[in-house]
């Protein structure tokens, strides 16, 4: 079974920075796209940022230039960097692998901005 598992979720006060990992299961000889994605109170699921095999990123309008994407293939791990974290962004994050026409997802990890 594929497996992702995120960590790094927490509570932290505006304006921190927190470090979200997610590491998949099965072999690392195939590089596939990765993404987070959140899903915050009473709000629907959303994409934060994606990155593909070849290193392409893209992030939602309302984390530009606060959020960073990045991945460590030798690893089978995707990294979402955090800074500069306001209310809003407080959600559970979820990362997910795209392999084809299949998607798989981890549990989530709750972030939490507050004062």
């Known amino acids: 079974q594929v497996q992702l598992v995120e960590s790094g979720g927490g509570l932290v006060q505006p304006g921190g920075s927190l470090r979200l990992s997610c590491a998949a299961s099965?072999?690392?000889?195939?590089?596939?796209?990765m993404g987070w994605y959140r899903q915050g109170p009473g709000k629907q699921r959303e994409l934060v940022a994606r990155i593909t095999s070849g290193g392409t990123t893209n992030y939602v309008d309302s984390v530009k230039g606060r959020f960073t994407i990045s991945r460590d293939n030798a690893k089978n791990t995707v990294y979402l960097q955090m800074n500069s974290l306001k209310p809003e962004d407080t959600a559970v994050y979820y990362c997910k692998q795209d392999r084809g026409p299949l998607s798989y997802w981890g549990q989530g990890t709750q972030v939490t901005v507050s004062s």
């Open positions: 099965g072999s690392i000889e195939i590089i596939y796209t």
